[in-house]
């Protein structure tokens, strides 16, 4: 399954792209914390699931973490991912890759991008830090032009 595929079932199951509210109803704590270099990170603990998040981040940028950290839980349940820091943005790491366009996904529904503002207004609303705004899938869409045609882009 894509990774679009499974946020849009994720946000159907829990009626919500709220991260937070995702991250309660699958019984995941969180916790916020003072670091000085990482913006969060994902563990498990005697089957008790966990995400940090730095407490000196602003609010639109901890709800970005949570999201890219609940990617990293439901994407790579088994792997030990390293610690979110901002230059892990520009990451090529696939898993990173993949946890970011997750937490792009869950933050930018489609809906969001029908109400006439850019995607870089979006994003800078639903807390999506510029660098990874790239990473949203738009699905093919059309307008139209005049009474006799339909532009396809």
Known sequence: ???????????????TNDPHQIATQQQILIFYENFKNI???FNTSRRIMMIHVNANLSERLQRFVIAHELGHRILHPHVN??????????SIDRIECEANRFAVELLIPDELL????????????????EEVVHLKKIEKQ????????????
Do not use: C
């Open 114 to 129: 029908s109400e006439g503002r850019t995607i870089y207004d979006i994003a800078k609303i639903s807390g999506v830090p």
């Open 1 to 15: 399954m894509h990774i679009k595929s499974r946020v849009q079932q994720l946000i159907h199951n829990h009626d």
């Open 142 to 153: 059309g307008f139209w032009h005049d009474q006799s045609s339909f532009i396809h882009w």
């Open 81 to 90: 991912v390293p610690f979110l820091k901002a230059n892990t943005l520009q």
């Open 39 to 41: 913006w969060g990170y």
